[in-house]
């Protein structure tokens, strides 16, 4: 049911926001900014895996140096113009006196995070229409793909492996596998007069790099990401790469402007890629009293990429019952205060080609839905080939697809230009909130629907290619959101790097100039940000406000939860959160939630 602004405002969460930051200047200010917290509070002989930036490109006397300190070369890293190195936490933090350093990271774990999906985002219309992907290349960074029917041999154009234990590149997890079914599946195995239901991806033409990184268990690190996403851009010509999907992540622990796995991503955007990624599954994380908000997932806190979270489409095709995954991570993102998520997806109890024998199929067996795959002519025999899976995982898939049929429409499109349309074209019709009962536990999770929670609304494919605004030119940055203590609002500026001041421009990293977004002539459309005369539309947001991120406000008109709009709240939320530093524990990673919810 769609909601009017005044019903919509009136549901927000009074949270408590405090006055000042959680990291006070003075603790700032005793920290060596070129070094990540958790390195500097290791215990200084432990020996640990470091990702060092430099200001340049490497080269051999920064090897040198770094020997100097003890530290064993084990990789480079030219995307972001570093390496690892193996050293004591000490000698890290010596190395980082090195004013040609830039930045010491550790080497960080990350770890993995149709049939009714389908036309709950009109992918069947498109497909009806000859939109299959077909001529775009998309790279998979996963646990790897097994080759089978739905993605063949035929279709996997370019394999390896940068995973722990050797050059295997097959998936043994069972995670890339059914990644690649929901993007790119044509269905082989579940089409014909033998099967009563087809299971087809989103773009059923695409072909397919496929980069492992994770181990059998679903675990990887931050280097091996890297690693892939730099063969991805070394192949981008050789293949047509145009897409990177990312259904991986980890917390967020420092800024993405230093953070390196964030520099990677963004290195691929800006070589011609698509980056989409994971929000992650945090979204029911209320340790720091903020309601799961500010739990976005790494790289998705970085600006550039798309980052999707996660609706459950209810096992129908209409939209009308579609409701928000509880689990699906929430912005702002830490640290930065980034708008994210940049749009929602089905991701609960998706359906994919996974083979059996793999580690997910073998551990959780009762999610084959089994009654849904009888044979029509033989009732005993049953399909083992598909397999249930749930998370922002399952629905980054989904926006990679929707990528590849808008750059199979127009391959000139640019990253940014494709994130804009997919998020201008999302639809915004949402009800106020929504309750999710955990299958497992039993406890009820209550979900609103604001920019914070579903983003610029919800894929909708048919939307995206029938799109009729001229592309605009410029970034596609995912807004800054910040706080004003004099007046207690909360308002958003035009990403960082987009110069708020020109029109519809912003190739260089201009400094931001205004306080809100929207009051210039254009950032990605003809005369506001992000659509032809309002925020994420045509003209409104949810079809009942002049302006949603609009001409001075979020949720009304001077303020985003703020004193002067949304009910007179004043106050966005609590500590240890939006406003501060990651509480999260090292080694914490993104979940992949196997079960979905009801």
């Not at 796995?261 to 698509?274: M, P």
């Not at 949402?430 to 536990?441: E, H, K, R």
Request: proline share 5%.
């Amino acid at each position: 049911m769609t909601q009017t602004p005044s019903s919509f405002r009136s549901t927000l969460p009074v949270l408590t926001l405090l006055s000042v930051l959680t990291l006070s200047n003075a603790a700032v200010m005793a920290r060596n900014m070129k070094v990540a917290q958790d390195i500097e509070s290791a215990d200084p002989d432990s020996t640990v895996n470091v990702i060092v930036s430099y200001n340049q490109p490497l080269n051999e006397r920064h090897i040198s140096r770094a020997r100097g300190q003890g530290g064993v070369h084990r990789q480079t890293l030219p995307s972001i113009n570093g390496a690892v190195f193996t050293m004591s936490s000490k000698a890290a933090l010596a190395l980082a006196d090195d004013p040609e350093v830039a930045h010491v990271s550790p080497d960080r774990p990350v770890r993995a995070m149709l049939d009714a999906a389908w036309p709950t985002v009109n992918a069947n219309i498109a497909y009806q229409y000859g939109f299959t992907g077909k001529g775009v290349t998309v790279a998979v960074i996963d646990s790897g793909i097994m080759p089978e029917d739905d993605v063949s041999y035929q279709r996997i154009v370019y394999n390896e492996s940068f995973a722990t234990g050797g050059n295997d590149y097959f998936d043994r997890f069972g995670h890339g596998t059914h990644i690649a079914g929901i993007l790119g599946g044509d269905a082989t195995d579940s089409t014909g007069s033998a099967y009563t239901r087809a299971f087809r991806g989103i773009a059923p033409g695409v072909k397919f790099v496929n980069l492992r990184v994770l181990d059998s268990n679903g675990s990887g690190s931050d280097s091996a990401v890297i690693a892939a996403i730099q063969r991805a851009i070394a192949l981008k010509s050789t293949y047509n790469i145009k897409i990177i999907n990312l259904s991986i992540g980890r917390p967020v622990y420092e800024s993405y402007t230093v953070d390196p796995l964030c520099q990677a991503v963004e290195a691929a955007w800006k070589a011609g890629i698509v980056v989409v990624v994971a929000a992650g599954n945090d979204g029911r994380d209320n340790s720091q009293n903020t309601n799961g908000y500010a739990t976005i997932s790494a790289p998705g806190n970085d600006p550039f990429v798309i980052t999707v979270g996660a609706m459950k489409d209810a096992g129908t095709s209409s939209r009308a019952d579609d409701t928000i995954a509880s689990y699906s991570a929430k912005g702002p993102t830490l640290i930065d205060h980034l708008a994210k998520p940049d749009l929602v997806a089905p991701g609960n109890k998706i359906i994919a080609a996974v083979p059996a024998g793999l580690a997910l199929t073998n551990t959780y067996m009762t999610n084959k839905p089994l009654l849904n795959y009888y044979m029509t002519n033989n009732p005993a025999g049953l399909s083992t080939t598909y397999f249930t899976l749930s998370g922002t995982s399952m629905a980054t898939p989904m926006v990679s697809g929707a990528a590849a049929l808008l750059l199979q429409q127009n391959p000139a499109l640019t990253p940014d230009q494709v994130k804009a349309r997919l998020m201008r074209t999302a639809t915004k019709v949402f009800p106020c909130t929504s309750v999710a009962i955990d299958p497992n536990t039993g406890v009820a999770y209550t979900s609103q629907y604001d920019v914070f929670t579903v983003g610029a609304g919800y894929l909708d494919v048919w939307a995206a290619l029938n799109d009729t605004v001229s592309p605009a030119p410029g970034l596609a940055l995912s807004p800054l959101v910040t706080y004003d203590a004099a007046t207690g609002n909360v308002l958003l500026m035009a990403g960082q790097g987009t110069s708020t001041t020109s029109t519809a421009s912003s190739a260089s990293s201009s400094t931001q100039t205004s306080t809100t977004v929207s009051t210039r002539s254009a950032v990605w459309g003809t005369s506001a940000v992000w659509g032809t005369s309002a925020v994420w539309g045509t003209s409104v947001f949810l079809k009942a406000w002049s302006a949603v991120w609009g001409t001075s406000a979020v949720w009304g008109t001077s303020a985003v939860w703020g004193t002067n709009g949304a009910s007179g709240f004043s106050a966005v939320w609590g500590t240890k959160a939006v406003w501060g530093a990651s509480s999260k524990p090292a080694g914490e990673t993104m979940k992949v939630a196997i079960q979905g919810e009801n």
